[in-house]
């Protein structure tokens, strides 16, 4: 079975630039997750899906990030007007939620590796 | 808010010795958050060693393992003997809570980088 794929895996922008990042989650994993990981840190959640809703973007930038999800299966984080700021790995997760958080393991992606000069 | 404190950056062990990774978190939750920890080998991705769900259960995997303490507030990772091969990046995490409720959200730890040299 195939794991959670994410691209690009690298991605090198000038400050101003937009950029979309990709990510085919596990088939069957209902919950959709975005973190962001800057060096020397942990993963941070930036946003979360249960099929193709929202669960929580409070930790989203909205000014400048956008997350969708469309048909609860493929998802796309972009980002407008790149800062040096936003500089790190963003990881994508998938899970099984439907018997419970409890139960669900979040599987990551490779992430993608983001270089804002 | 919740947070996950891991105090080493780094740590270095000779192999067959033995180890131990600091964790601990806190929580504005009346519950019992579930715990967990994260390691990422190299070159591969994120993935679950190793979770307990209820306070005071030790929970084990591949050798590790580590066991939640609600009275200190802390879910230590230790080894009795590590190999060559344990060397990774280990995070803990604490899963949020909502009016007692796993709300899915995972709060990680800055990671610890353990090199194992022979």
């Known amino acids: 079975e195939a794991g959670v794929t994410q691209s690009p895996r690298y991605a090198v922008l000038q400050e101003g630039q937009a950029v979309s990042f990709w990510c085919d989650p596990i088939?069957?994993?209902?919950?959709l997750y975005w973190y962001q990981q800057p060096r020397d840190q942990g993963p941070q959640l930036l946003v979360y899906?249960?099929?193709?809703?929202?669960?929580?973007n409070s930790q989203l930038p909205s000014d400048r990030f956008s997350a969708v999800r469309p048909k609860g299966t493929n998802s796309t984080l972009k980002i407008q007007s790149a800062k040096q700021g936003d500089t790190a790995t963003y990881l994508c997760?998938?899970?099984?939620?439907?018997?419970?958080?409890?139960?669900?393991?979040?599987?990551f992606g490779p992430g993608t590796r983001l270089t804002v000069l | 808010g919740d947070s996950v404190t891991q105090t080493e950056g780094q740590v270095t062990v000779s192999e067959s010795k033995s180890l131990i990774i600091n964790c601990t978190y806190s929580?504005?939750?009346?519950?019992?958050?579930?715990l967990f920890w994260y390691v990422r080998y190299p070159g591969e991705g994120l993935q679950l060693l190793l979770k307990?769900?209820?306070?005071?259960q030790k929970g084990s995997s591949r050798g590790f393992e580590a066991t939640y303490n609600k009275e200190t507030t802390s879910f230590h990772l230790q080894k009795a003997s590590v190999q060559e091969s344990d060397s990774a990046v280990y995070y803990c995490?604490?899963?949020?809570?909502?009016?007692?409720?796993?709300?899915?959200?995972?709060?990680f730890g800055h990671g610890t980088i353990l090199r194992v040299h022979p």
């Open positions: 997760a998938s899970s099984f939620s439907r018997q419970g958080y409890n139960y669900a393991e979040q599987f």
């Open positions: 088939s069957g994993h209902d919950t």
């Open positions: 899906f249960r099929d193709e809703a929202v669960i929580d």
């Open positions: 929580t504005t939750s009346i519950a019992y958050p579930n």
């Open positions: 307990v769900i209820t306070a005071g």
């Open positions: 995490a604490l899963g949020s809570l909502n009016t007692g409720a796993n709300t899915g959200k995972l709060t």
